[in-house]
């Protein structure tokens, strides 16, 4: 599922599962985005990803 979200054209700079750690943190801690912290990837990357898959997941359905 996280594989279908991407596009094609582009090499992939950070690792999908990083976003997705990144992710489960600000689920689990009821973090704003602006608390992510320093060691996951910048926030726009995170967002950008999270909006993709959240997109693709509703059209999926």
């Not at 094609?8 to 985005?33: E, G, H, M, S």
């Not at 910048?42 to 999270?50: D, E």
Request: aromatic fraction near 14%; charged fraction near 25%.
């Amino acid at each position: 599922m996280l594989e279908g979200g991407r596009k094609r054209t582009n090499p992939r700079r950070v690792d999908l599962y990083d976003i997705f750690c990144a992710i489960q943190y600000l689920l689990k801690n009821a973090a704003t985005w602006r608390a992510l912290p320093a060691y996951f990837p910048p926030v726009s990357t995170v967002r950008y990803h999270f909006d993709n898959w959240t997109r693709t997941r509703m059209t999926a359905a």
